[in-house]
């Protein structure tokens, strides 16, 4: 049962566009949210994240859009540039729990 | 910074082999977790330690065991290795207890295992 699902496998943007990246979650219990980005052959580095309490967090070019209701979550990031391009994960947690749950990742590619 | 140190960063085994992996975890950090991920798969989580103690267990498979160690850092071992244990193996610490505050994980950079 994927609670974290990342719908899009892969997603081009012209360079200095919007990326546009989204998560869709299924336990409701999940406190906080995160985007991680990985590059091939390295582990993911943490990019921005949000409390099940607030629905948007802003650092710099990111931001990342909490919808509770909908249990969704999205990532923005403006503008793109082409060392945006990545794998990017969206991963939840729960307090009282010791593991993040990952997404599938969505591929980014941004186009000179 | 000092970041989270994985050994070997690759490493190529035998079917049936065993294979051990290392994991340093940042200074200060408390708490390691272990990820597999297989080729184009999400990290699925492993096994989690806090303060030495095993604090979670995921889809880890009978033939793996790991722990921590006095000086946090932790082991995972491998035995009767398959060709589906391919994949990348990542830890991850993080500081406190988790079941309290929000705590980030720091990833180190993975150990590529191959089995062939």
């Known amino acids: 049962d994927q609670q974290v699902k990342q719908n899009s496998p892969s997603l081009s943007v012209q360079e200095g566009r919007i990326s546009i990246l989204n998560c869709d979650y299924t336990n409701s219990m999940f406190d906080y949210f995160l985007w991680y980005k990985k590059y091939p052959a390295e582990g993911p580095t943490f990019l921005i994240s949000?409390?099940?309490?607030?629905d948007k967090n802003e650092d710099g070019r990111f931001t990342v859009f909490l919808n509770k209701s909908a249990k969704h979550l999205s990532l923005h990031i403006v503008p793109s540039q082409p060392g945006d391009s990545a794998v990017y994960f969206c991963a939840a947690f729960t307090s009282g729990t010791y593991k993040y749950i990952f997404g599938t990742g969505t591929r980014l590619k941004v186009l000179a | 910074a000092a970041g989270v140190i994985q050994s070997p960063r690759h490493l190529i085994k035998e079917k049936r082999e065993t294979a051990t992996l290392k994991c340093y975890p940042i200074p200060r950090h408390d708490t390691v977790y272990w990820y597999q991920q297989g080729p184009g798969q999400d990290p699925q989580f492993l096994i989690s330690?806090?303060?030495?103690?095993?604090?979670d267990k995921g889809s880890i498979p009978d033939r793996f065991s790991a722990q921590q160690f006095s000086d946090y850092h932790s082991e995972l071992n491998m035995s009767s290795l398959e060709l589906g244990d391919s994949a990348l193996y990542f830890c991850a610490s993080s500081s406190g207890l988790a079941g309290s505050t929000y705590n980030e994980q720091f990833f180190g950079p993975g150990t590529r295992l191959t089995v062939l």
């Open positions: 949000i409390s099940s309490i607030k």
């Open positions: 330690f806090y303060e030495k103690m095993q604090s």
